[in-house]
């Protein structure tokens, strides 16, 4: 059981607690990467006007030593329980974004005010969960405020990798969506943590240069090329000033975004040569089968024509069901089922082990393959029905939780659809944006598909997104057991059920207060 | 005991027919027989609204002549056979085939008496418009594609009365009667019942079957009536009392008027439906128990506790908002009591006097509208005649949920689910995810398709979810003063036929009725490939 052991001191004093390394462990991983972004974006910021160079390299600096001097005093214990390493995963992404909304309000990017807090927040939670809602537009040579926020987007993504490649697997839900075999002298990708962490690492930095690498060849100026790198390879979508406006670069973004939203394990079969089995992955088939289909429909749906319709309708299919959302123009009258289309396809969401949000192809195909065990069950109630996932029959745990994880996706999707609608919006636009908060998708888009601006929402609107991105980026499932095991520490520490008990009693509180 | 065996000794009893069973198997004998017999209750049905039709003299003799090919098709399929053992595959056989067959000969007097062959519109579209209004009618739906231009005053007494008898016929169930009346089927019945009954298996009322099927009805048939003297007190005429009882107990929601409730504007009517639809809403065991024992143990059931609560905090909600919005606080508070338990108990009544109205809430604002849509997809209690998902299996999600959540803390703990004081099964958890799992396949599946076929989002979505729930209104273009005629195209429309239909059978037995003859095909091919393979490995 123990898997994850943090480093730092160990040598004096008594080791924390699993839930207080867990804490410690989260605000070392969010001090050490906002610092990182803060410091490399305060280096690119003297290419351009230079104004917030010294700001981010300062505060760069701090976190950074802040995370190092917490990471030397701690004192993490022999084993951190599965559920803190999810309540751990969870803090360190809130609080990433918490220091980029900080970092966001130093550099000026959104003034010191109410309203500007509630754009920093959304903006720097948008980046950061790669949801493309975001009303931030740094000016062109704020060269430093626009990479924060592509970096934050690459963060974000690079963070959803770790969760689903090298967090979930080993701690909570998802054995099977693990790549550990070594049947047949295989060289699996994630045998254990730490090397799946330097795979996932050397994958994601390869697809995002070789990324940047395509838009620079394809006419976009180097830092433009850079910052639609970062947005694609996390499934960002937001290119911060850098316009896809030719064909060229949009049929890079498609390949780049089709790359992106692929699962790690088939990126990491291919380099390693083993593409033939590839073609097995039923998931794959279903992934690229999507894409097909979804452009087709979605040709027919508006009334695109030719090689420019062809390149439109790709791009806004490939782009919805990646997740990554690079705003494109209706390109067209949309029928009443396009626009249910580019919903449907950002809900499911690309392969399980990639940087895309969503349900993701393969827990689909579980909750299908469910669905039909169960109708047989009905059948023939004593038969053994088994679910089998790429040959393997899948542990009924792995079922059970990704049925309990549709049931949250729905119940959170509908929680902030209610919110939303209540704060102000039309129906279609309140489920559109549901949708699009815990998919991580984005842009949201009225029924004849133009993109809505959520700069003209109210305030409150925009951070009831907030939470379903989060959730949504953390694959639902961790969040929910974060909020549980904070709820229970809190109650603990403060001895909550104790004193309520001695209150009921009418005894005094205190530590004596509750046993006799 | 006594009081149940005098009812037992009431019921008739059928004979059976001294012919051996037709067709190629004991399920397909039993299948067409309940089938048949079915056919007679919808039958009996049309003619007791013929004579109706003729006694008023409103039209031909259309609904009488419905009534004769139906007690045809009936007999001919109900005389030569006879039931016998039933296996799960012919459970669901019997009770999918059975409502199919309702379906589509209940269509019959809307085709007869013309009632959608309105000048200029394609016969194909009569057909969908009739096989729509039947459906809607057996499933307890109340979505209806009268409209405008084909209004429902302007239909004849006993058409009128024949669609608010298919409610009342569907919302109890139609197997349910045959159960009651059909004396070979045994344990078979138990299996039968449950198929066709909403919610996770039945209560048995009494040891015998038929018995706890005949407390069924008598519940059933006794708020009915208690439904129908209250709408009388409150103010509507004999025949509308008489109809809209009918159509409230098995929470269904038709009306013999365009502006359904909308058209009394009456504070006191609407109170008894909104009191009635609650009942409606609310398990027939508890019902039973307080007809039967004088025990009313509503309040101690954990399900009714929950939907009452849910109910009334929606309507608060909505209140709130219309208030906020600038609706009046007294107009506000009926709008919502109204809506809410309307929709959160799948009738699907409209108190809008007219479009735009205090009761029409598509033009609410979105946020009330978007607690109406989470109340479309919730529904009543199970054991009840409503629709949607159900307040238990809401309940017992949610606590699967938990449990799986609470478990990757306390990994070696065993955390069973609790319903009330009893343990629940594992075996009920798994049918509850599976359901679940399906019908959020289905509404995300519909949706495309419905939008695919012309719908807007928010109509083709809440159509979904308002057929598969068998609720009534949508909302979108598809709300309380609008017809589905005039919302979905006829293609749209079938579809949506289909999802009532699997939706008011909880979407299992019409599905496997499908399944269970493609696996029986699967396997007989299976057995004559391997008999080839065996015969040329024996050759080689």
């Not at chain 2, 004769?68 to 053992?85: C, D, S």
Request: charged share 15%.
């Amino acid at each position: 059981m123990a898997r994850w052991i943090p480093g730092g001191s160990t040598s004096t004093g008594r080791r924390w607690a699993s839930w207080t390394s867990a804490g410690a462990l989260a605000a070392v991983v969010a001090l050490g990467a906002a610092g990182l972004l803060a410091t490399v974006a305060g280096l690119v910021d003297l290419v351009g006007a230079g104004d917030d160079t010294a700001v981010l390299l300062v505060v760069g600096g701090l976190l950074g030593v802040g995370a190092g001097l917490l990471r030397a005093g701690s004192r993490p214990a022999e084993r951190i329980r599965d559920a803190d390493v999810l309540v751990a995963t969870v803090g360190a992404l809130v609080g990433v974004i918490v220091l980029v909304a900080g970092l966001l309000l130093a550099t000026g990017a959104a003034p010191v005010t109410a309203s500007g807090l509630v754009d920093a927040l959304a903006d720097a939670t948008a980046a950061g969960t790669t949801t493309a809602i975001g009303v931030l537009h740094p000016a062109l040579d704020d060269h430093g405020g626009r990479f924060l926020l592509a970096g934050a987007q690459w963060l974000g993504g690079l963070g959803a990798l770790m969760v689903g490649v090298a967090i979930l697997p080993f701690f909570g839900a998802g054995r099977e969506f693990a790549d550990r075999s070594r049947r047949g002298g295989r060289r699996p990708m994630t045998p254990d943590q730490a090397t799946a962490v330097r795979n996932i690492l050397a994958i994601h930095g390869s697809v995002s240069v070789l990324t940047w690498v395509a838009y620079a060849v394809a006419g976009a100026a180097p830092f433009d090329a850079l910052l639609l790198a970062m947005a694609t390879a996390s499934t960002g979508g937001r290119s911060v000033g850098a316009q896809l406006d030719t064909s060229a670069l949009q049929w890079v973004a498609i390949g780049g975004m089709g790359v992106a939203g692929t699962s790690l394990v088939v990126l990491w079969r291919l380099v390693h040569g083993r593409a033939r089995n590839l073609l097995r992955s039923d998931e794959l088939q279903i992934y690229v089968g999507l894409v097909v289909v979804g452009t087709l429909l979605f040709l027919l749906w508006t009334d695109g024509g030719g090689a420019d319709g062809l390149r439109g309708a790709a791009f806004t299919v490939t782009s919805a069901l990646t997740t990554t959302g690079f705003p494109s123009a209706p390109g067209g009258t949309w029928a009443p089922a396009a626009p249910v289309l580019v919903l449907g396809l950002a809900s499911i969401g690309p392969m399980v082990g990639s940087a895309g949000g969503g349900f993701q192809i393969l827990r689909h195909r579980i909750l299908a393959q469910s669905a039909v065990r169960e109708m047989l069950r009905q059948l023939h109630p004593r038969s053994l029905t088994l679910v089998r996932l790429g040959g393997r029959v899948a542990d009924e745990d792995t079922l059970s939780k990704v049925v309990v994880t549709q049931f949250l996706f729905v119940s959170v999707l509908f929680a902030t659809a209610l919110v939303v609608a209540v704060g102000g919006l039309d129906l279609a636009t309140a489920l559109g944006a549901a949708v699009h908060a815990i998919s991580t998708a984005g842009p949201v888009r009225t029924l004849d598909g133009a993109v809505v601006d959520p700069a003209t929402w109210p305030d409150g609107v925009r951070l009831a997104l907030l939470p379903a991105m989060v959730i949504g980026r953390l694959s639902v499932y961790p969040a929910f057991v974060a909020v549980g095991a904070g709820v229970t520490v809190v109650r603990d520490r403060a001895r909550i059920r104790r004193r309520w008990r001695s209150l009921r009693r009418g005894r005094p509180t205190g530590r004596s207060g509750g046993r006799s | 005991m006594e009081r149940w065996r005098s009812i037992r000794r009431r019921i008739p009893t059928i004979p059976l027919p001294e012919r051996g069973v037709a067709g190629r198997g004991v399920w397909a004998g039993t299948t067409r027989h309940v089938s048949g017999l079915a056919l007679l209750f919808v039958a009996a049905g049309m003619l007791l609204s013929g004579l109706v039709e003729l006694g008023a003299g409103d039209e031909g003799p259309a609904v009488l002549l419905a009534a004769a090919i139906t007690t045809v098709v009936a007999v001919a399929l109900w005389w030569p056979t006879r039931p016998g053992a039933l296996d799960h595959t012919a459970v669901f056989t019997a009770v999918g085939a059975t409502w199919v067959f309702a379906s589509v000969l209940g269509a019959l007097p809307y085709l007869l008496a013309g009632t959608f062959a309105v000048p200029g519109r394609p016969w194909a579209v009569v057909l969908a418009d009739a096989l729509f209004e039947s459906v809607s009618g057996f499933s307890a739906t109340g979505s209806t594609v009268f409209g405008a231009h084909n209004p429902i005053e302007a239909q004849g007494t006993g058409v009128l009365l024949y669609r608010q008898l298919t409610q009342w016929a569907g919302g109890m169930g139609i197997v349910v009667l045959v159960v009651m009346v059909l004396p070979a089927l045994r344990s078979s019945g138990l299996g039968l019942i449950d198929a066709e009954s909403p919610g996770v298996g039945i209560d048995r009322l009494a040891p015998r079957i038929k018995t706890t099927a005949a407390w069924f009805w008598l519940v059933y048939l006794t708020l009915t009536l208690v439904v129908g003297v209250g709408l009388l007190v409150a103010g509507m005429g004999p025949f509308d009392a008489l109809a809209h009882a009918l159509t409230t107990a098995s929470t269904g929601g038709f009306s013999t008027k365009d502006a359904s409730i909308g058209h009394w504007d009456s504070a006191a009517v609407e109170g008894v439906l909104v009191v009635a639809m609650l009942l409606g809403g609310a398990s027939f065991a508890l019902h039973s128990s307080a007809l039967r024992a004088r025990r009313f143990r509503y309040w101690h059931d954990r399900e009714f506790r929950a939907y009452v609560v849910l109910l009334g905090l929606s309507a608060a909600v909505i209140t709130v908002l219309l208030a906020g919005d600038g609706m009046g606080v007294g107009h506000a508070l009926r709008s919502a009591a109204f809506n809410v338990v309307s929709l959160g108990t799948s009738t699907g009544y409209g108190n809008a006097t007219g479009t735009g109205s205090p009761g029409d809430f598509t033009a609410w604002a979105s946020g009330p509208q978007m607690v109406l849509l989470l109340l479309l997809v919730f529904g009543g209690c199970t054991g009840s005649t409503s629709g949607g998902v159900k307040v238990m299996r809401l309940r017992v999600g949610m606590a699967h949920a938990y449990r799986t959540l609470r478990a990757l803390r306390k990994p070696r703990a065993l955390l069973p689910i609790r319903l009330g004081p009893s343990l629940l099964s594992e075996s009920i958890v798994e049918r509850i995810a599976g359901f679940m799992v399906v019908y959020g396949l289905l509404v995300v599946g519909g949706t495309v398709i419905v939008a695919a076929l012309g719908a807007d989002l928010v109509t083709a979505f809440s159509g979904v979810i308002s057929a598969l729930g068998n609720m009534g209104p949508a909302l979108g273009e598809a709300g309380p003063t609008s017809s589905f005629a005039d919302a979905y195209p006829t293609p749209a429309r079938v579809v949506l036929t289909v999802l009532m239909l699997v939706g008011r059978l909880e979407i299992f037995p019409m599905l496997l009725m499908l399944v269970a003859p493609y696996r029986r095909v699967r396997t007989a091919s299976g057995h004559a490939l391997a008999a080839v393979q065996d015969r040329l490995v024996r050759s080689d």
